[in-house]
Every structure is written in structure tokens, then in C-alpha cells.
């Protein structure tokens, strides 16, 4: 899903927000809710769900995000070439339709991960 004009912008953002509510909200429609957030998930990942991921491109990400999109810093801290990081950035756009350099995409992406973590959460304190 491409999110480079700003109605693609508010209809993800609108995604995110329901997921948001839906995983937030524990009534009678818990099933469905989530249901529906896991599909909402999967379509801003690109069909698949961030479990998808390996774990070379989960701490990619996640050291992306630390270091705040900079890319030379991030390929530093990870101890791999700058093009590197470059392709694994761009492999993760192809496969997603989110470039994490674009601070529009990172966030969309950034709040995805930490709603499926929070559905992850919820989903262990009820067993």
C-alpha cells in the first residue's frame, strides 16, 4: 500500500486508529474486533504480519527506529555497510509499500508494530 499522498496518509491513519480502538476495547466484540484489526495489520504490512519478518529485518527496524531514520548511524550500530542497510530498507518497501525513510511511512509503520504488540499483550493475559 503506497501512502504517498495525503488521502492514502489519512486512510491508513484512519486503519491505525481503528485497530487502536478495536484492540483497546474489551466487550462482547472482542473476536471480531480483533479479527478485523489483524486484517487492517496485515493490509498496511503488505499482507503479512510483522511475525512475518525475520529477525534480521525486526532488529533492522528496530534500530532504525532508535537512531531516528539515519541511516549512516543505524549501518554503524549494526556493523554492515551503508548499502546495505539501503537494500534491506528497499527490500522492506517492495515487500510493504512503507519506505521507513519517509517519516510518514516510519510512523504508520512504527504504530502498526506497536498495535500488533499490544494485541499480543492482550491476547496473553486472557489465557
Not at 510483522?50 to 532504525?64: A, G, H, Q, R, S
Not at 555497510?81 to 528497499?90: E, I, K
Request: aromatic fraction near 10%; proline fraction near 1%.
Amino acid at each position: 500500500m503506497q501512502v504517498s499522498d495525503r488521502n492514502g496518509v489519512s486512510r491508513v491513519y484512519d486503519k491505525i486508529l481503528g485497530c487502536l480502538l478495536g484492540a483497546a476495547t474489551g466487550d462482547a466484540m472482542g473476536a471480531a474486533t480483533e479479527a478485523k484489526s489483524t486484517g487492517q495489520i496485515k493490509e498496511i504490512f503488505g499482507g503479512k504480519s510483522p511475525d512475518d519478518f525475520d529477525e534480521e529485518t525486526l532488529v533492522t527496524i528496530d534500530k532504525f527506529f532508535e537512531n531516528s531514520l539515519n541511516v549512516s548511524e543505524t549501518s554503524r550500530q549494526l556493523y554492515i555497510h551503508r548499502n546495505t542497510l539501503v537494500y534491506r530498507l528497499d527490500k522492506l518497501q517492495k515487500s510493504t509499500g512503507l519506505d521507513l525513510r519517509v517519516f510518514e511511512d516510519a510512523i504508520t509503520f512504527k504504530i502498526a508494530l506497536m498495535v500488533v504488540k499490544y494485541m499480543k499483550y492482550m491476547e496473553s493475559l486472557d489465557y
